[in-house]
């Protein structure tokens, strides 16, 4: 029986002792579960999870009640107005501004909690001992990153609490939005973790690794700051940054190839944790093979990058035409060819991008977009006629509009087609949720009630017991 503190025992002396042996495992059928329970064990003994959900509590809890504070101001007006109420969603009122503080402590805090399964193992030198045992460096990297994992879904719950909280208010939340934001969350948390692995397998220190880990997180808004919406090379470099994988679920959108683009990239950076992992192996040999990860995962990016295919989760379709516009959209065959004559930064280029062309992409089978405006601006041609015209060509005829409502744009290409406007479909409209409530009464459970609780799983967490005897029977 050996505790995680046992007096007159070191850290690392522990952690060896409660690796198994080599002669107790089959070499060819070396079981998982003991593998799977010190890597967990790792994630829960340390002080970077339960100091990072510590923190969370005042993060989350304050964004919390400042959303549900600004929605029943919002819900107040609309209790008056059935307009303003069919505008009141909590997806956008409540959930996105509370995930966000989440996705703020995931960027900052949690490289520090995903580092520590494996730059503790390298500095005290237990990571020697582990490689020798027969399991595959895949296999290595693949229990440290479940037990990342797992983490992930532990520092998820002062989220949780603020959902359950929100849900007792009497607020709605709607399943197919919530679950697509949660799992839009756990694919971001899975790829910081990922490279917050391949950090420390290529870092002699925990520290190191963190700063490579931050340059990525951290870069990413530095990218979004200084080359979101240029044209050209940037605008692709743009696209490269962490923040573009949680805006598609905030829109309540779930696309197919972000899911495998996500998907590519944590297998990719796993690969490469994998490749760097094992010492003795020379530097060259190394770079060889993460030269051909490199290569594999940008080719398997570039196909995702091919992929359209998109669900529109949210409750009122915001994402989407009015279904019967959808089912008349869908059955034109002929390409369609938009000719846009705006510069990327004018805001009507992005007016026309959510209301129209969007909605389009997602519903046309053949459909092609040219930005004629690209290195042009609205200062550079305020005396230039077609600036700001958006052309559009169907079955060799053609139309011009200024229009970025679907309103007008809509009966256009229905003439383009020679197809009649299809009647709308009647009922359907989003009732909006509206809200009031106070978050007062959150707050005390966010600066108290959930930090004891914490507090008291991390001062039990230090006094659990492992049987090491007993896993090492089972391996």
């Not at 895949?138 to 520092?155: E, F, G, N, Q, R």
């Not at 949780?160 to 949660?182: D, K, M, Q, Y």
Request: charged share 15%; net charge neutral; aromatic share 8%.
């Amino acid at each position: 029986m050996i505790s995680a503190r046992e007096p007159g025992l070191s850290m690392e002396a522990w952690r060896i002792s409660f690796l198994p042996s080599p002669e107790t495992f089959h070499v060819q059928n070396a079981p998982l579960r003991p593998l799977l329970v010190k890597e967990l064990w790792e994630i829960l003994s340390g002080r970077a999870l339960w100091t990072m959900l510590l923190l969370m509590c005042p993060l989350i809890g304050y964004s919390f009640f400042q959303a549900v504070s600004l929605y029943g101001e919002a819900s107040a007006a609309g209790l008056q107005s059935p307009v303003l109420a069919s505008s009141l969603s909590p997806l956008d009122g409540v959930l996105v501004p509370t995930l966000g503080a989440s996705y703020v402590a995931v960027t900052l805090l949690f490289p520090f909690v995903a580092i520590r399964v494996l730059g503790l193992e390298k500095e005290s030198g237990a990571l020697l001992l582990l490689v020798q045992m027969p399991y595959r460096s895949s296999t290595l990297i693949a229990a440290k990153l479940a037990a990342v994992l797992a983490a992930w879904v532990l520092s998820s719950i002062p989220a949780f609490s603020a959902l359950a909280i929100w849900r007792l208010f009497g607020g709605h939340l709607s399943a197919p939005e919530t679950l697509n934001l949660l799992f839009g969350h756990l694919l971001y948390g899975s790829l910081v973790g990922a490279i917050a692995l391949f950090a420390a397998s290529v870092s002699e220190s925990a520290a190191t690794a963190a700063i490579i880990t931050l340059a990525f997180t951290i870069g990413s808004w530095v990218l979004d700051f200084t080359v979101a919406g240029h044209p050209g090379l940037l605008e692709w470099v743009a696209s490269l940054s962490l923040t573009q994988v949680l805006r598609t679920f905030e829109q309540g959108l779930l696309s197919a190839g972000l899911v495998v683009g996500i998907g590519t990239a944590v297998c990719g950076f796993a690969a490469l944790a994998t490749v760097w992992l094992p010492p003795g192996v020379h530097v060259r040999n190394k770079l060889v093979r993460s030269i051909v990860c490199v290569l594999v995962a940008a080719i398997v990016l570039g196909l995702a990058t091919q992929i359209r295919g998109s669900i529109d989760v949210t409750e009122d379709q915001r994402n989407s035409f009015p279904a019967a516009d959808q089912r008349t959209l869908a059955s034109l065959a002929e390409p369609l060819v938009v000719t846009v004559h705006l510069a990327p930064e004018d805001p009507r280029y992005a007016d026309l991008q959510r209301n129209v062309l969007a909605k389009l992409g997602r519903v046309l089978p053949n459909m092609s977009v040219g930005l004629a405006g690209r290195r042009q601006s609205p200062a550079t041609n305020a005396g230039d006629d077609r600036y700001g015209e958006v052309e559009y060509t169907y079955g060799g005829r053609s139309d011009i509009s200024r229009s970025t409502s679907p309103r007008e744009i809509l009966p256009l290409l229905y003439g383009l087609a020679g197809v009649s406007r299809p009647a709308p479909a009647p009922g359907g409209d989003y009732p909006g949720y509206p809200l009031v409530a106070g978050g007062e009464v959150a707050l005390l459970w966010f600066f108290g009630g959930l930090p004891l609780c914490i507090a008291l799983a991390w001062w039990r967490s230090r006094r659990l017991p492992i049987n090491h005897h007993k896993l090492t029977k089972e391996a």
